[in-house]
């Protein structure tokens, strides 16, 4: 399976946390740049956060420093997006994103493979 699998979006408070995973079959995301990109109705998909390897080299989009974590678990084939501190704004489908190309970038069209999304919704 070459596509990404996105899953652990929900419904969540504001403050609260979320963990989103992405995944994929066969020891294809080791060299890859894996990246999350989000987009809320009517308006752009945007980076969010990205990772290479087991996360000596990661990438992080300015409005989600401090509160998001990515992370890679080589074993598992599994990327993870740590949120936490949660605000309303962050409402959006969240994407996971593998570029074969093994360096991070902002730019969508840059990157091969796409999931489908997950919803992440955040109440005020």
């Known amino acids: 399976q070459v596509q990404p699998v996105e899953s652990g979006g929900g419904l969540v408070q504001t403050g609260g946390s979320l963990r989103l995973s992405c995944a994929a079959s066969?020891?294809?995301?080791?060299?890859?740049?894996v990246s999350w990109f989000r987009q809320a109705p009517g308006k752009e998909r945007d980076f969010v956060a990205g990772i290479v390897g087991s996360g000596g080299n990661t990438r992080y989009a300015d409005f989600v420093k401090g509160r998001f974590t990515i992370s890679s678990d080589n074993a598992k084939n599994t990327v993870y997006l740590q949120m936490n501190s949660l605000k309303p704004e962050d409402t959006a489908v969240y994407y996971c994103a593998r570029r074969v190309a093994g360096v991070i970038t902002t730019t969508r069209r840059t990157y091969d493979y796409w999931g489908q999304g997950t919803q992440v919704t955040v109440s005020s």
């Open positions: 066969g020891h294809i995301f080791s060299n890859s740049a």
